[in-house]
């Protein structure tokens, strides 16, 4: 089955400063790949996402990066605020239909 | 309403006690499916609908956990004799389409087994 690797568990950058988190995905069958925010005490929340026939995404600040013959995808935030400060998480879905979160990173941003 | 919603947001429940926890999604999303979420976790995937079929069923972690969705809308996850190790967030998500598609999250209901 599908297995997803995200690094780091947790970020700190300063404001302003760019954030970048990395996911492996071992099935090279996932064709969808969102990322999610999920803030204390709610529920994830889709930022961005990618599908598998696209190689790069950008929305404002943020954009992600999808390489299918490594099985990497990153996201990247740019000129980080204080709002961007929550865990992160990557997903792998597609295949056998299964929806695999990666263990989530904790993004600090420092003042 | 305008998104996802689950109810109770809380639950204390005693070890041994039956618990349902119900998830309302977004009219006329096709796909529900539950999570658990276990603190400083990722969400992990328990079982998902289309419509008021239960197509995957095989994250559920024992034969205590029972999903339904009997009309394709509303759905429940019943726990039955619930142990310390069931404590975790319990996540709801809904989809327009089939999986593969943009999942809408709720915001939970933290079960706490004593």
């Known amino acids: 089955g599908e297995n997803v690797e995200q690094h780091p568990s947790t970020l700190s950058v300063q404001e302003g400063d760019s954030a970048v988190i990395k996911c492996t995905y071992s099935d090279s069958a996932s064709n969808y790949f969102p990322w999610y925010k999920q803030e204390l005490g709610k529920g994830p929340q889709l930022i961005i996402d990618?599908?598998?026939?696209?190689g790069e995404k950008k929305d404002q600040r943020i954009a992600v990066t999808l390489n299918k013959t490594a099985k990497h995808f990153s996201l990247h935030i740019t000129e980080t605020q204080p709002e961007d400060s929550a865990v992160y998480f990557c997903v792998a879905s597609g295949g056998d239909d299964k929806i695999i979160f990666g263990k989530g990173t904790r993004l600090h941003i420092l003042p | 309403g305008a998104g996802v919603s689950q109810s109770p947001r809380y639950k204390v429940a005693k070890r041994g006690q039956d618990v349902a926890l119900r998830c309302d999604p977004i009219?006329?999303?096709?796909?529900l499916f539950w999570y658990q979420q276990a603190l400083g976790q990722g969400p992990e995937f328990l079982t998902y609908f289309q419509n008021e079929a239960q197509l995957d069923k095989s994250g559920l972690p024992s034969d205590r956990f029972f999903a339904e969705r009997p009309e394709g809308s509303v759905s429940t996850l019943k726990i039955q004799r619930t142990q310390q190790e069931d404590s975790a967030v319990y996540l709801c998500?809904?989809?327009?389409?089939?999986?593969?598609?943009?999942?809408?999250f709720g915001p939970g209901t933290r079960l706490t087994v004593l």
């Open positions: 998500a809904s989809s327009v389409r089939l999986a593969g598609g943009q999942q809408f």
């Open positions: 990618i599908r598998s026939n696209v």
């Open positions: 009219s006329g999303h096709v796909s």
